[in-house]
């Protein structure tokens, strides 16, 4: 564990993460069952995340971006899955010639560039994908997807058929009237594959779920700011996991869990008696919390920092944290960020 509780490694930690982080290859997909594996709310999965529509060979295809969708049971196959498709839209003549189709998904907030182009460019006027970078791959029938989706489904084309105006009550009708892209046709297709990429698998943990882990990671943290600034070695047992190592300049070997991570505390309380840290801001996902602490103290210990003797002067400076948690909510990794030249500049004499 790289610890800006020892701030003075920090941008050489920081320096190395960032240049592992860019040389990362791309994960692989993996397939998985969706009579077993799929985890969304089918009321809101075609809402609650960007959904791309493709179809066409090798040759050519087109995608669109989709916000009407169902799944459920159909002609006794549980795998059916239907999208609609207006009149106008350059995707129709594409699935009308298809055997087959693909539904993407996508993150609505990380890929909302890619999602917007999509929903809002014609692909009469040129070539989409080129525009966005994206990447075409094709399954083993030669269904097109993109590369850069999370979650792909492949369906098998067994339906399809245009919305007849003699069987709509008040909502198509209503929805119609004002409607310049025509009436939709319906799709239905079975899904004969579906497969996502690996670092999407806790995307396909429920909302809730998500949610709930979350919160407690930010709620973690609330207390690990108690734990660290009273040195409280009973409560960082509760939020530090025994299997966490932490690389310190102290020891030739990594120091584990609550009492390595404390320890390290300690040693700064030899310098800084009075260091304390302020958590300032944090965002979090289901794995991972950044924190931006505020770092301050007075250098009136009695132990040297970074080769500075004690000289009263006090600090104050922006700290980076990236705190990655278990399954079980406990703390197993501190990524340092910033924090070493704010504190080195704080104590160090006046030229």
Not at 210 to 224: G, T
Not at 282 to 306: I, L, N, Y
């Amino acid at each position: 564990m790289k610890n800006d509780l020892l701030p003075v490694f920090a941008a050489a930690l920081a320096a190395m993460f960032l240049s592992a982080s860019s040389a990362e290859t791309p994960p692989a997909f993996r397939d998985f069952d969706v009579k077993k594996e799929f985890s969304e709310n089918p009321f809101t999965v075609f809402t609650g995340r960007g959904m791309l529509l493709c179809a066409g060979d090798r040759d050519k295809s087109n995608a669109m971006t989709i916000g009407w969708g169902a799944l459920g049971t159909l002609w006794g196959r549980n795998d059916a899955l239907t999208v609609y498709v207006a009149e106008s839209r350059h995707t129709k003549k594409f699935m009308d010639g298809a055997t087959h189709f693909t539904v993407m998904a996508f993150d609505k907030e990380k890929d909302a560039r890619i999602l917007a182009y999509m929903g809002r460019h014609s692909g009469r006027d040129g070539d989409k994908a080129a525009a966005l970078g994206l990447h075409l791959a094709y399954t083993d029938n030669g269904t097109p997807y993109y590369e850069e989706a999370q979650t792909v489904y492949e369906c098998e084309l067994m339906y399809a058929a245009p919305f007849e105006a003699e069987g709509m009550r008040d909502v198509p009708k209503s929805l119609y009237a004002n409607f310049q892209a025509g009436v939709h046709t319906m799709y239905i297709g079975r899904i004969v594959r579906a497969f996502r990429r690996e670092d999407s698998a806790m995307s396909a943990t429920p909302v809730a779920d998500r949610i709930e882990r979350i919160e407690r990671n930010k709620a973690a943290m609330r207390r690990f700011e108690t734990c660290i600034n009273e040195n409280d070695l009973a409560l960082g047992r509760e939020l530090i996991s025994e299997k966490a190592a932490f690389a310190t300049p102290v020891s030739p070997e990594p120091l584990h869990g609550a009492e390595g991570y404390l320890s390290v505390v300690s040693l700064m309380r030899e310098s800084f008696p009075d260091v304390h840290w302020k958590l300032e801001d944090m965002v979090a996902d289901e794995k991972t919390v950044a924190v931006r602490w505020t770092c301050s103290g007075s250098f009136t210990g009695k132990a040297p920092f970074t080769g500075v003797e004690p000289n009263g002067r006090r600090f104050s400076t922006s700290v980076m944290n990236f705190y990655v948690f278990d399954e079980d909510g406990k703390i197993v990794d501190d990524i340092a960020a910033t924090g070493m030249l704010g504190i080195i500049q704080g104590i160090s004499p006046a030229p």
